[in-house]
């Protein structure tokens, strides 16, 4: 769970970007920079310019934009606060009497706050007389209606912004220099940062007794404050200075929490809700990463995962209700980042070698809560213990330990509960015991070994056994089972495998060990008795088939194996080896393909898994049968963890990438992409639902499972404005062109979706044909149609709305619409029968009206409007042409002149719809 840089783009300005504002519906970033009298519209989709808005005669110092009302503000030093439609319209630029250096929307209210030097002003947004600028300016090709005063504007023209209180200025009730920053809380306040040093506080209920309202907190920064960010999560504010330094102040102004010496350049503060986290501004252009719940800096454990140190960012910006973070940087770079849930949440780096397994210890905490240790084992005969920083609070795991027990690489690690401690093995061939209490068991009154020397090669797999026995599995091809109570041998097995065995699994239920060599082949071992193992199945993952067509077709496909690189017959201009031992070699690796690289057991099934070089997971039954297979991407498996908890398999591919499966669904849960290098290790942290991989890059990472993290921020959904408008209550504004194909969904609108009307739905058209007199049953017409027409899977609901609701309403309206489509379709019907076959009306079925007959058609009254509209969805054919003749309309699309146009009436002539407006 990361934020993931997405595009870049380059040279967005050629000087420093002071401000970013962001339009979810139409996915636009809006942007200004220092000495630039212009805006810039960025499609955040593909980082490509749109426009350049311009109007303002001096430098834009901010910008900012209402989801709510669909517009965009704009301040700057030539004392105007522009107003733009989402289309890049402006509407006006209003004078507020000093040059604007802040901008801040409040949803609830529907007030912008400007701040100026020494100064703010509030102002309330006149809808009504928004449109009304709109429509007028839909008809200007091009120029800026300019109603500050210049050359021919009117003095007393009707402003957008309107003046709600008294400008709050001065001393006694603002700041005494420039406001750069201006924050508005879902708690109904107002809070300034200035160049004064000073915050300002001003609460919305009070402002018509300014004093009341008004409340100062002096040297809150040793410098100038020149940013803030409102955390909406715990409703505190965060500030950032010219001082280097970011601090944390509740709602009523106290100091929450301070980090100095971020910089030795102004900081730029931001909550980023996605990860709940605070990023400033850091040294040499570096973005810093806090955790609020400590609060920590976690900036090591998260910087790679974020891209921290990839760009020297000046400005940062978090779009609220949306996933994304929108950076800048001094040489005029616009940066965008997004939610990544799939990237890793923690990173941590200790080993000096590449780490080779892992495994995680439950533990009971402090106060008696459950926590996890992490063992991490790696290729310096290293293991790392990891504990759980319960100080930082933010799940941080530190190093606490260090311990030697091999002198190569380890590759594989369990832990005895009973027994409480790690064993290992190793490249050296040794087994190694370590009792985490540092007291070492007796027996017989002589301290245990710790060591066991028994193997040959390099020790590949361990897997405890009930009884405190230990099974392992070796290079040399055998396998072994100890009691770890005596550090004697239980029974050996010698040759178990005609190859090197690289995997060990053991399945408690059935008291069963899984071993796989270097071939197509798993073997089921029988452990009931220890002292006597037993082969009890085989899971072959020979094709058959496959080898057999080879056979016959003389070997001319060759079948995939590992071992062709002897003969090196598949690089050209080089011999073929002759020598019969390669070829015998060659010959038995072709049989024993494909690989199978890892095998587990899978408790919540009751199956195995294995996984082959073939790029396939399979599924066996306990009788050997297969079950099922899929095939899976990114090379061969490296390694591969059951998590019975959450009931899904998680393999690690040749490729670094980390894929979580659903043994039901081909198609990966998740996947985890970030490491560097091949991940030879998983496990899982129950105390905090993750997935902890360990990677030949030399770090430890911690992944969330698919179910998201428990206690995550998530998105920062804006609340409705009580009794105001809903979100793109605004769109008339932009209406000269089509409606946007993307529109940002409001939490109410989920929970309230828009549903078509009963009476226009499947399963009630047939009915309201017939009750209407188009059809006599459901599957004959009237007269001289010859379509039959079938009611399919229309057993829906018939409850009936209430009268007087909307449904009711629209039910109605949806049966006079069709009674009008009727009757105008059987007119048109009887002067089609009158008009000669070959005319164009006849054989098309589709004739329209002249333009200059429109008005005739329509039957419209003189000084009424008539508009051509479209008519979608026509649901039966015209018998003597085939053509629409409209008797079902699921949806008709209008459109009006003006917003106080009257609906009269709609015909239909030749599949054209024409409303007749008063």
């Known amino acids: 769970m990361a934020m993931e840089i997405v595009r870049v783009v380059e040279q967005a300005h050629e000087s420093e970007i002071v401000s970013l504002a962001y339009n979810r519906a139409r996915k636009e970033i809006y942007s200004c920079a220092d000495g630039d009298r212009t805006i810039k519209v960025w499609d955040s989709r593909n980082g490509q310019l749109l426009r350049v808005q311009q109007g303002h005669k001096g430098m834009v ?74 429509q007028q300016q839909r008809s200007v090709t091009s120029g800026i209606k300019d109603s500050t005063g210049g050359p021919g504007a009117s003095a007393d023209m009707p402003q957008i912004l309107r003046r709600v209180y008294q400008p709050l200025k001065g001393p006694e009730l603002c700041h005494s220099d420039v406001v750069k920053c201006i924050v508005v809380t879902d708690t109904g306040k107002i809070m300034s940062g200035g160049f004064d040093k000073a915050i300002c506080i001003y609460e919305f209920d009070k402002l018509d007794k300014p004093r009341e309202a008004f409340q100062r907190m002096r040297k809150c920064h040793t410098a100038a404050i020149v940013s803030m960010a409102y955390d909406h999560t715990a409703n505190c504010i965060l500030s950032g200075s010219i001082d280097g330094s970011m601090k944390v102040w509740s709602m009523e102004g106290r100091l929450l929490d301070k980090f100095e010496n971020i910089n030795d350049q102004p900081v730029c503060a931001a ?67 997004q939610h990544n849930k799939q990237a890793a949440y923690r990173m941590f780096r200790k080993h000096e070698d590449w780490v080779e397994a892992v495994v995680v210890v439950p533990v009971k905490g402090a106060d008696d809560a459950d926590a996890d240790e992490i063992f991490s084992a790696g290729a310096d005969g290293k293991v790392l213990r990891w504990q759980l920083d319960t100080e930082e609070n933010c799940d941080i795991y530190e190093c606490i330990e260090e311990i ?18 790690l064993v290992t093995g190793g490249e050296d061939a040794l087994i190694r015991v370590h009792y985490l209490s540092g007291q070492i068991p007796t ?6 070994p710790t060591s066991i020397t028994d193997h040959e090669a390099r020790v590949t797999g361990l897997a405890l056994l009930k009884n405190n026995l230990l099974a392992s599995v070796s290079f040399d091809r055998s396998l072994r089972i100890w009691d770890l109570t005596t550090m004697k041998t239980v029974a050996v097995v010698p040759g178990a495998h005609d190859t090197p065995i690289q995997c060990l699994e053991y399945c408690p239920e059935r008291d069963e060990l899984a071993t796989c060599g270097m071939g197509n082949k798993v073997k089921v071992w029988d452990v009931k008795r220890p002292s006597a193992v037993r082969p009890k199945l085989v ?21 995939k194996t590992n071992m062709m690189w002897l003969t090196r017959s598949d690089m050209p201009n080089l011999p073929t080896a002759t020598n019969p031992l390669v070829e015998e070699t060659i010959k038995k690796a072709a049989r024993d393909v494909p690989e199978v690289t890892q095998v587990r057991w899978v408790g919540y099934r009751g199956v195995w898994a294995t996984a082959a070089d073939d790029d396939m997971l399979r599924l066996w039954g306990t009788d050997g ?26 393999a690690a591919m040749l490729d670094k990438a980390v894929c979580v499966y659903d043994l039901d669904d081909p198609i990966p849960r998740a996947t985890y992409k970030g490491h560097t290098d091949v991940v030879r290790g998983i496990s899982y942290l129950h105390s905090a639902d993750c997935y902890i991989t360990a990677s030949w890059d030399k770090s430890l990472r911690l992944w969330f499972t698919p179910g998201g993290p428990r206690h995550g921020a998530g998105v920062v959904v804006p609340k409705q404005p009580a009794g105001g408008l809903k979100e793109g209550a605004g769109l008339g504004l932009g209406g000269e062109e089509e409606e946007d194909e993307e529109h940002f969904v409001s939490s109410y609108e989920k929970a309230h979706p828009l549903e078509v009307p009963r009476a226009l739905t499947e399963a009630n058209q047939w009915q309201l044909l017939k009750a209407i007199g ?39 309206l949806g ?87 009257v609906l009269l009436s709609i015909r239909v002539l030749g599949g054209v719809a024409f409303a007749v407006w008063a």
């Open 61 to 134: 110092t901010c910008v900012n934009f209402s989801n709510i009302i669909r517009l965009l503000f704009s301040g700057s030093i030539d004392n105007t606060v522009g107003i733009w439609t989402e289309k890049g319209v402006n509407l006006q630029m209003v004078s507020v009497g000093g040059p604007v250096f802040s901008l801040a929307w409040d949803d609830r209210r529907r007030f912008l706050i400007v701040g100026g030097h020494s100064v703010i002003n509030i102002y309330k947004v006149d809808m009504g007389e928004a449109r009304k600028m709109s």
């Open 271 to 337: 909550y980023v809700p996605p990860i709940n986290m605070y990023w400033a501004s850091g040294r040499f252009g570096r973005l810093v990463a806090y955790d609020p719940r400590a609060p920590s800096n976690v900036t090591e454990y998260v910087r790679d995962a974020n891209s921290l140190d990839r760009f020297r960012v000046s400005l940062l910006f978090a779009p609220l209700g949306t996933d994304m973070l929108l950076g800048a940087t001094r040489q005029g770079q616009l940066i965008m980042w």
């Open 404 to 421: 030697q027990l091999h002198t190569k690489n380890i590759h594989a690690i369990t832990y005895s509960p009973a027994l409480g401690c």
């Open 443 to 448: 027996f017989n009154d002589v301290p245990l």
């Open 539 to 559: 899971l072959n993952h020979a094709d058959h088939d496959a080898a057999d067509s080879d056979d016959e077709e003389g070997g001319s496909r060759a079948r």
């Open 625 to 650: 049968t297969k079950l099922h297979q899929f095939a899976y991407t990114g090379g061969s498996v490296q390694a591969l963890y059951v998590d019975n908890v959450n009931k899904l398999l998680v």
């Open 774 to 812: 188009v059809l006599e049953d459901d599957k004959v017409g009237k007269k001289g149609r010859a379509r039959a027409f079938k009611v399919e899977d229309a057993r829906e609901d018939e409850t009936r709305d209430d009268p007087g609701t909307l449904g009711a309403k629209l039910n109605d």
């Open 815 to 901: 049966k006079e619409l069709l009674h009008e489509i009727n009757a105008m379709a059987r007119q048109r019907k009887i002067a089609m029968d009158h008009t000669d076959a070959g005319s164009a009306a006849g054989s098309g079925g589709g004739a329209r009206a002249d333009r200059g007959a429109e008005s005739a058609a329509a039957g419209a009254e003189p000084g009424q409007a008539v508009m051509r509209v479209r008519v979608a969805g026509w649901g039966s054919r015209d018998a003597a042409g085939g053509g629409s003749a409209g008797f079902m309309c699921r949806r008709v699309v209008t459109a009006t002149a003006s917003a106080s146009a």
